[in-house]
């Protein structure tokens, strides 16, 4: 069986002739396997949906109990057949219940990797290399440029400023799944304590993650009555970014904003942003991890997709490496 | 270098001037000499050193990395000096965080003590011993890029702040003072007594005046004052001392280099307090031949300021001249204690010896009563005027901004009715507000419909009316740029501004053909329809 037999591009999502399913589609179809709840993988309007059941519980979250017709736990590691095609889900790395798709028939292995992060990371099971003959891989942070230094150290960055400026808040923006908790769960390693304040559209997730066993310690809600006691001097407030552009955040006086993203790595983006503190944290790999991800799965082709899908296709051509870029739409970078 | 570096980081994405000095301050005071004096010469890019090309650096990382990659990554970051900073690979054998950093010391003095062909190999080896951070601090610092925000001003400031002295010392002492500044860091933290200051021809701190405000008038004795014009140039002290020469601003930079046609003329010993002005030849004939230079405008000035090099046919066509107004040292006599009376006949006598074509003296204005003074600044007899000083006749020259002794009295600002544009959202504080306004006047007839932006401004506003006009923004967006807003403005709908500025100039920068200088917002016309704004061509009007 060729690759492009078993798994293809079409406008819907990435498709599986043989099994008649679609890997995180982007528009409403039959049959769903989805790798991770962030919103541009993980859609309403499907009528059958198989993931993880952490990444089931967050659509639910998100969507609403109803989010699609069936619903069905890929539990990790679990092989499962699907009209004839063996599937496998296994740890990605990139938020709670995030999973790598493995596709095999006739021979012929594929593993959509969806988003990974192969670093250690407090909130979520850790990315797992599955040995396959074509591996799908994010492209996101896919330049040289990109090298995601040591998560603890940005944390440090960030208490140390909350040292320096005791009488304002700082403000971090962090997306709402899993980047947030992140951030927190880091903060408490870091040993943090105080009483962290999150915008009312954390809250559910923050819950949740609590009730899958990661402790988030004391949480409070950024309201306006805490606002007005004078609360949120030398406090630490996570909320989307979003919110920071938006008028929830006149409540903080003199605010340092912060922002926990990949992409702080550039200046000029966290200067057009108006960051002050920009904190280098991605839940991607960068790009010294998808060449050693790579490197270790020793796939015979590469399939790159969305992000800098070029820079990494040629990496592969200097090493040998089949590859080529797979064009998915729909599909955001992180965060923006 | 890494505390540095962070230093750098924070300095750059950091809005708020106390928010930089803070960050300063505490640099000062957690790192040791001669680091800190390092740091602060790079700042106020007093340092010189040997300077590395972008060129080379970019043949050393490409020695490193697949140049394809290169290029790719340079492409999508767009500055040169950010993508040789991540791209830059970490050698296997010195793992990242491994704590051989180079000191700013250790970069100062080997770079210097190298020969061209050596520098290569040094900047190399520190590129790989630095992290990311450290990688950009150094070739911001060895390219001499250092533009990070923060005048030479500010980092004086913040001296003063973390010495709690007051500024104009600081001033009065840096141009004696030699890089890493010990004896400046020793004084600060109280080790010692204040450096005497022996340079030549020092920057003596400089006496400003505080505005007019409504009905100081009414409490002043006109028989106190002397009137003179204020003169639309920039402040500057022109010190002769010791066969030293030299022309400060008024917050002590030395600008010397950027007027050598004035410095040449600087033939005098003493220190003088005046305004810089360049002109253009005019007809009339000085007594010796010469053409007399006329001034010129704020438009003409900008030719000569700001740069690095200043060519041959610029000094020539916009000479530098200085309409004084005051006299500090009388050759070996400092006369700054003597009442202004005294100074004014002095600087008369000072003045007298030298080139007619470079110095003049500010006339006095001759008044009686306060009404005339009314009428002098609502007519000033010269566009170049900005207004009026108003100095007592016994004040000695005190630096910084008392009180009292001198008043300044702007002329109106020029005043038009402009349609909002575009909007911006703010920094800091004002992250969430749209805060930085595009306005725009109709070209031609408003009944075409075509406004064409004219200016910015930022302030001008109450909080309260900034909330109302983000509430607008909002509201009428018709298309978003990034940070940037664009405002429903047509015949119908619009926000009309009325900007107040204090002149305007022609340039062929801006699509209009004229840039207005310091505007701001002076009232909301939210009664005012979009079709009443000015035009373009009632804007012409106001050039000079």
Redesign the interface.
């Given at each position: 069986m060729r690759p492009e037999d078993l798994l293809q591009p079409r406008p819907e999502g990435l498709y599986c002739p043989p099994g008649d399913f679609y890997i995180d589609p982007v528009r409403p179809v039959e049959r769903a396997l989805v790798t991770h709840g962030h919103a541009d993988h993980a859609r309403p309007g499907n009528v059958r949906v198989l993931a993880t059941a952490q990444t089931l519980d967050i659509m639910a979250i998100r969507y609403g109990a109803d989010f699609a017709k069936e619903r069905q736990v890929a539990a990790l590691g679990e092989a499962l057949t699907i009209n004839g095609v063996d599937v496998s889900f296994h740890p990605a790395g990139h938020v709670l219940g995030s999973a790598q798709i493995a596709v095999a028939k006739d021979g012929m292995k594929i593993v959509a990797s969806g988003d990974y992060k192969p670093r250690p990371d407090p909130t979520c099971a850790a990315f797992e290399p599955i040995a396959c003959d074509v591996f799908i891989t994010e492209a996101t942070f896919a330049?040289?440029?990109?090298?995601h230094?040591?998560d603890r150290a940005e944390i440090q960055k960030l208490l140390r400023s909350l040292r320096?400026?005791p009488d304002r808040a700082h403000l971090v923006g962090a997306y709402a799944l899993g980047k947030a908790q992140r951030v927190i769960r880091l903060l408490r390693d870091e040993g943090h304590e105080d009483t962290i304040y999150i915008h009312g559209a954390l809250k559910t997730l923050c819950d949740y993650y609590e009730s899958q066993g990661i402790a988030l310690g004391p949480l409070a809600p950024a309201t306006v009555d805490n606002a007005s006691k004078g609360a949120f001097a030398a406090a630490i407030v996570v909320g989307p970014p979003s919110a920071?552009?938006?008028?929830?955040?006149?409540r903080f006086p003199?605010?340092v904003?912060c922002f926990a993203s990949g992409w702080m790595?550039?200046?000029?983006r966290?200067?057009?942003?108006?960051?002050?503190?920009?904190l280098i944290l991605s839940d991607h790999a960068d790009w010294d991890e998808l060449v050693d991800t790579i490197t270790t799965i020793a796939p015979s082709e590469v399939w790159v997709t969305h992000g800098?899908e070029?820079?990494l296709v040629?990496?592969c051509e200097?090493k040998g490496i089949r590859a080529r870029p797979l064009h998915l739409i729909g599909y955001e970078d992180e965060a923006e | 270098m890494k505390r540095f570096a962070e230093l750098l980081?924070?300095l750059?994405?950091?809005?708020?001037r106390n928010?930089k000095l803070?960050?300063m301050v505490?640099y000062f005071n957690e790192v040791p000499d001669p680091e800190r004096g390092l740091a602060l010469a790079a700042i106020t890019r007093d340092l010189s050193i040997a300077s590395i090309k972008p060129a080379m650096l970019r043949g050393l990382v490409e020695e490193r990395?697949?140049p394809?990659?290169?290029a790719?990554?340079y492409d999508?970051?767009?500055?040169l000096a950010?993508?040789i900073a991540?791209?830059w690979?970490v050698g296997e054998d010195r793992p990242q965080?491994a704590n051989d950093a180079p000191t700013l010391l250790e970069v100062v003095e080997t770079l210097h003590a190298a020969t061209r062909a050596k520098a290569p190999a040094l900047v190399a080896d520190w590129l790989d011993r630095l992290?990311?951070s450290g990688r950009?601090a150094l070739i911001k610092l060895v390219t001499g890029g250092m533009r990070i925000g923060v005048s030479a001003r500010l980092a004086k400031q913040a001296l003063a702040d973390f010495g709690k002295v007051d500024v104009t010392a600081i001033e009065e002492l840096w141009h004696g003072l030699d890089i890493p500044y010990l004896p400046l860091f020793a004084w600060l933290e109280g080790h010692t007594d204040k450096p005497a200051n022996l340079a030549a021809a020092p920057f003596r701190p400089v006496m400003l005046a505080t505005a007019i405000e409504d009905g100081d008038l009414d409490k002043l004795d006109p028989a106190d004052y002397a009137a003179e014009w204020k003169w639309d140039g920039i402040r500057v002290q022109a010190t002769a001392e010791g066969g030293v020469r030299r022309l400060y601003t008024r917050t002590g930079d030395d600008i010397s280099a950027t007027f050598p046609d004035l410095m040449e003329h600087l033939n005098f010993e003493g220190s003088m307090d005046g305004e810089l002005l360049v002109g253009h030849r005019s007809g009339d004939l000085l007594d010796d031949g010469r053409q007399r230079i006329e001034i010129g405008s704020f438009g003409d000035l900008q030719q000569r300021l700001n740069r690095k090099i200043v060519s041959a046919k610029t000094i020539e066509s916009y000479p530098a001249f200085i309409r004084a107004y005051d006299l500090m040292q009388d050759g070996d006599r400092d006369v700054r204690a003597e009442p202004f009376r005294e100074r004014r006949r002095r600087l008369e006598r000072f003045v007298q010896h030298l080139d007619p074509e470079r110095f003049d003296i500010s006339p006095l204005v001759p008044f009686d009563d306060w009404s005339q003074i009314v009428d002098f600044r609502s007519e000033p007899p010269h566009p170049i005027i900005e207004g009026l000083m108003l100095k007592r006749w016994d004040s000695a020259y005190v630096p910084g901004r008392p009180r009292g002794p001198w008043f300044k009295w702007k002329r109106e600002p020029f005043l038009i009715d402009a349609v909002l544009m575009y909007a911006q959202?703010?920094?800091?504080?004002r992250?969430?507000?749209y805060s930085d306004y595009t306005f725009g006047v109709w070209k031609g007839v408003p009944e075409d419909g075509e406004l064409v932006p004219v200016g910015k401004a930022y302030f001008g506003f109450t909080d309260e009316e900034l909330k109302q006009i983000d509430k607008y923004v909002r509201d009428n967006t018709v298309e978003r740029f990034?940070?940037v807003r664009s405002v429903r403005a047509n015949l119908k709908t619009g926000l009309v501004l009325e900007i107040a500025f204090e002149g305007l100039n022609r340039s062929a920068r801006h699509k209009s053909g004229v840039a207005m200088r310091f505007p701001r917002i002076s009232r909301l016309r939210w009664d005012k329809p979009a079709r009443e704004a000015d035009t373009l061509e009632t804007l012409e009007k106001m050039l000079p």
């Amino acid at each position: 069986m060729r690759p492009e037999d078993l798994l293809q591009p079409r406008p819907e999502g990435l498709y599986c002739p043989p099994g008649d399913f679609y890997i995180d589609p982007v528009r409403p179809v039959e049959r769903a396997l989805v790798t991770h709840g962030h919103a541009d993988h993980a859609r309403p309007g499907n009528v059958r949906v198989l993931a993880t059941a952490q990444t089931l519980d967050i659509m639910a979250i998100r969507y609403g109990a109803d989010f699609a017709k069936e619903r069905q736990v890929a539990a990790l590691g679990e092989a499962l057949t699907i009209n004839g095609v063996d599937v496998s889900f296994h740890p990605a790395g990139h938020v709670l219940g995030s999973a790598q798709i493995a596709v095999a028939k006739d021979g012929m292995k594929i593993v959509a990797s969806g988003d990974y992060k192969p670093r250690p990371d407090p909130t979520c099971a850790a990315f797992e290399p599955i040995a396959c003959d074509v591996f799908i891989t994010e492209a996101t942070f896919a330049l040289p440029v990109f090298r995601h230094p040591d998560d603890r150290a940005e944390i440090q960055k960030l208490l140390r400023s909350l040292r320096q400026f005791p009488d304002r808040a700082h403000l971090v923006g962090a997306y709402a799944l899993g980047k947030a908790q992140r951030v927190i769960r880091l903060l408490r390693d870091e040993g943090h304590e105080d009483t962290i304040y999150i915008h009312g559209a954390l809250k559910t997730l923050c819950d949740y993650y609590e009730s899958q066993g990661i402790a988030l310690g004391p949480l409070a809600p950024a309201t306006v009555d805490n606002a007005s006691k004078g609360a949120f001097a030398a406090a630490i407030v996570v909320g989307p970014p979003s919110a920071f552009a938006d008028r929830w955040a006149r409540r903080f006086p003199d605010p340092v904003s912060c922002f926990a993203s990949g992409w702080m790595r550039v200046r000029q983006r966290a200067k057009q942003r108006g960051v002050e503190l920009p904190l280098i944290l991605s839940d991607h790999a960068d790009w010294d991890e998808l060449v050693d991800t790579i490197t270790t799965i020793a796939p015979s082709e590469v399939w790159v997709t969305h992000g800098r899908e070029e820079a990494l296709v040629r990496w592969c051509e200097t090493k040998g490496i089949r590859a080529r870029p797979l064009h998915l739409i729909g599909y955001e970078d992180e965060a923006e | 270098m890494k505390r540095f570096a962070e230093l750098l980081d924070r300095l750059v994405l950091t809005p708020s001037r106390n928010g930089k000095l803070k960050l300063m301050v505490d640099y000062f005071n957690e790192v040791p000499d001669p680091e800190r004096g390092l740091a602060l010469a790079a700042i106020t890019r007093d340092l010189s050193i040997a300077s590395i090309k972008p060129a080379m650096l970019r043949g050393l990382v490409e020695e490193r990395v697949d140049p394809v990659l290169f290029a790719l990554s340079y492409d999508y970051l767009g500055d040169l000096a950010e993508t040789i900073a991540l791209i830059w690979p970490v050698g296997e054998d010195r793992p990242q965080g491994a704590n051989d950093a180079p000191t700013l010391l250790e970069v100062v003095e080997t770079l210097h003590a190298a020969t061209r062909a050596k520098a290569p190999a040094l900047v190399a080896d520190w590129l790989d011993r630095l992290d990311a951070s450290g990688r950009y601090a150094l070739i911001k610092l060895v390219t001499g890029g250092m533009r990070i925000g923060v005048s030479a001003r500010l980092a004086k400031q913040a001296l003063a702040d973390f010495g709690k002295v007051d500024v104009t010392a600081i001033e009065e002492l840096w141009h004696g003072l030699d890089i890493p500044y010990l004896p400046l860091f020793a004084w600060l933290e109280g080790h010692t007594d204040k450096p005497a200051n022996l340079a030549a021809a020092p920057f003596r701190p400089v006496m400003l005046a505080t505005a007019i405000e409504d009905g100081d008038l009414d409490k002043l004795d006109p028989a106190d004052y002397a009137a003179e014009w204020k003169w639309d140039g920039i402040r500057v002290q022109a010190t002769a001392e010791g066969g030293v020469r030299r022309l400060y601003t008024r917050t002590g930079d030395d600008i010397s280099a950027t007027f050598p046609d004035l410095m040449e003329h600087l033939n005098f010993e003493g220190s003088m307090d005046g305004e810089l002005l360049v002109g253009h030849r005019s007809g009339d004939l000085l007594d010796d031949g010469r053409q007399r230079i006329e001034i010129g405008s704020f438009g003409d000035l900008q030719q000569r300021l700001n740069r690095k090099i200043v060519s041959a046919k610029t000094i020539e066509s916009y000479p530098a001249f200085i309409r004084a107004y005051d006299l500090m040292q009388d050759g070996d006599r400092d006369v700054r204690a003597e009442p202004f009376r005294e100074r004014r006949r002095r600087l008369e006598r000072f003045v007298q010896h030298l080139d007619p074509e470079r110095f003049d003296i500010s006339p006095l204005v001759p008044f009686d009563d306060w009404s005339q003074i009314v009428d002098f600044r609502s007519e000033p007899p010269h566009p170049i005027i900005e207004g009026l000083m108003l100095k007592r006749w016994d004040s000695a020259y005190v630096p910084g901004r008392p009180r009292g002794p001198w008043f300044k009295w702007k002329r109106e600002p020029f005043l038009i009715d402009a349609v909002l544009m575009y909007a911006q959202r703010g920094h800091g504080k004002r992250s969430s507000f749209y805060s930085d306004y595009t306005f725009g006047v109709w070209k031609g007839v408003p009944e075409d419909g075509e406004l064409v932006p004219v200016g910015k401004a930022y302030f001008g506003f109450t909080d309260e009316e900034l909330k109302q006009i983000d509430k607008y923004v909002r509201d009428n967006t018709v298309e978003r740029f990034g940070p940037v807003r664009s405002v429903r403005a047509n015949l119908k709908t619009g926000l009309v501004l009325e900007i107040a500025f204090e002149g305007l100039n022609r340039s062929a920068r801006h699509k209009s053909g004229v840039a207005m200088r310091f505007p701001r917002i002076s009232r909301l016309r939210w009664d005012k329809p979009a079709r009443e704004a000015d035009t373009l061509e009632t804007l012409e009007k106001m050039l000079p």
